[in-house]
């Protein structure tokens, strides 16, 4: 599998363009429920083209698809065949005549039409027909799921309790998908990094999806299909929440996967003999639209910023404490506000684990207040300045690493080795009066060897 595009893969359709094609084509005859859960992510557009080409068998023109749409959608509709094509979802081919067309993906289109019409063979994961005398209720799914994901939130800010922990696969997944700097070897907490801050400031949703496809990237080095457990991920997101379903028609590395799956919050299982889990909702909605989500309660405002650098934080969520912690000098916490003040130790602090200056403002902003929306502007101008100058002030040295050449004979030795760093853009600095010069790491190998030439020549 190659590697995850982390920057733009937010959603299903995201990570499934970054796959190569022999992948998509095992996913799309893996099951039916991933053509459908697929399907469910396109945009109204291309599910439209989708349905309209369902149960044609032949290619269609592609002006014939571009008449189904107004002048004013145009680009619109190159955007759609675009995600189509790359998605696989149909390919370019002749017709008749030469017509430059397109046809549906035979394996998608089959499929799909299984999926939408309740037919085809019956998916792995079965509901449990006796009664669990354990049973759980929906509000304390909910509740688990939330609380074994802040976990992973907490250990990621350094806050986690003493009676907290989270595994290896969690860690190894935040640690490969560059969202902290962590040594298992050391007792120190782990630093959090400039994409584990934006992390963290996504809705909870985007966030489950974000480290999912971390976590996907490290399956195969775990023994575990790739394909298989995509399928498993898309079946589980068409499950009822609060109703049982039976471990014992799954395979043992789906029962692995599934133990990984209830480390994350995603599955609940008392036991593993139970014989039964509980999907949670952060895996059942993993294949609604991201715009549709509603917003997380700890994404409401509760940060006031004062022009005094002073900061007040009105919540009872110990995450959120811990995530103004991270550039603010705490100074009080009471039972439901922690004060704090924004210095030059701890926004240097800040912007020396990786986070900037731009992501400090853009959190303050998120997190505003009700009241401060009142003001023209959302945060106090010096203080957004002030924050900048502090990383501008940190910036002024900028450190390359190099070797240093000194201690030549002569002033021409100097300056012959000098021009052929130069022209071969390897030199960092030098000085002509004291016959000294640095180059790049990269470049000394090639600057030495030019100098040996020329001393044997000599």
Not at 190 to 217: C, E, H, N, R
Not at 391 to 401: A, M, Q, S, T, V
């Amino acid at each position: 599998m190659p590697a995850l595009v982390k920057k733009s893969v937010n959603s299903l359709s995201d990570y499934v363009k970054s796959l190569d094609a022999n992948t998509i084509e095992k996913l799309y005859a893996k099951s039916s429920s991933c053509c459908l859960a697929i399907f469910g992510q396109l945009t109204p557009l291309a599910k439209h083209y989708v349905i309209r080409l369902l149960w044609v068998e032949q290619g269609i023109p592609k002006a014939v698809i571009s008449s189904w749409v107004t002048q004013n959608a145009i680009a619109e509709n190159t955007e759609t065949a675009e995600l189509l094509t790359r998605l696989r979802i149909w390919s370019e081919c002749p017709i008749h005549g030469s017509l430059p067309g397109f046809k549906l993906n035979s394996i998608f289109q089959n499929n799909l039409r299984i999926a939408l019409l309740g037919g085809g063979e019956s998916w792995a994961i079965k509901p449990c027909e006796d009664k669990d005398k354990h049973g759980r209720d929906i509000k304390f799914l909910d509740s688990y799921a939330m609380e074994r994901w802040e976990c992973i939130l907490h250990f990621m800010v350094g806050s986690l309790q003493d009676n907290e922990s989270v595994s290896k696969d969690t860690v190894d997944t935040l640690v490969s998908g560059n969202l902290i700097n962590y040594d298992s070897s050391t007792t120190e907490a782990p630093t959090i990094t400039a994409d584990g801050f934006k992390f963290l400031l996504m809705d909870t949703k985007s966030q489950v999806w974000y480290f999912l496809l971390q976590y996907l990237g490290t399956v195969e080095k775990k023994k575990l299909d790739l394909v298989e457990c995509l399928t498993f991920l898309f079946q589980l997101s068409f499950l009822t929440l609060g109703k049982g379903y039976s471990t014992t028609t799954l395979s043992d590395s789906m029962l692995t996967f599934l133990q990984h799956l209830r480390e994350f919050g995603l599955i609940y299982q008392r036991k593993r003999k139970d014989g039964r889990f509980y999907p949670t909702k952060l895996v059942i909605n993993l294949t609604c639209n991201l715009n549709k989500v509603e917003i997380d309660k700890r994404g409401e405002g509760f940060i006031v910023v004062e022009t005094n650098y002073r900061i007040y934080a009105y919540t009872n969520s110990s995450l959120q404490m811990a995530l103004v912690a991270l550039f603010t000098e705490m100074q009080y916490r009471l039972q439901n506000v922690g004060i704090g003040i924004l210095t030059r130790d701890s926004v240097r602090q800040a912007l020396k684990n990786g986070i900037t200056a731009d992501q400090i403002i853009n959190f303050l902003k998120v997190h505003a207040h009700p009241q401060m929306r009142k003001n023209p502007h959302i945060l106090p101008p010096t203080v957004i300045d002030q924050i900048k100058l502090w990383e501008i002030e940190r910036d002024r040295f900028l450190f390359r690493e190099g070797v240093l050449y000194n201690q030549f004979l002569s002033q021409g030795d100097f300056d012959l080795l000098r021009t052929y760093a130069n022209d071969a853009g390897h030199l960092i600095w030098d000085n002509p009066s004291r016959r000294v010069m640095v180059v790049s790491v990269a470049g000394h190998e090639d600057v030495r060897r030019f100098w040996r030439r020329h001393r044997r020549e000599q």
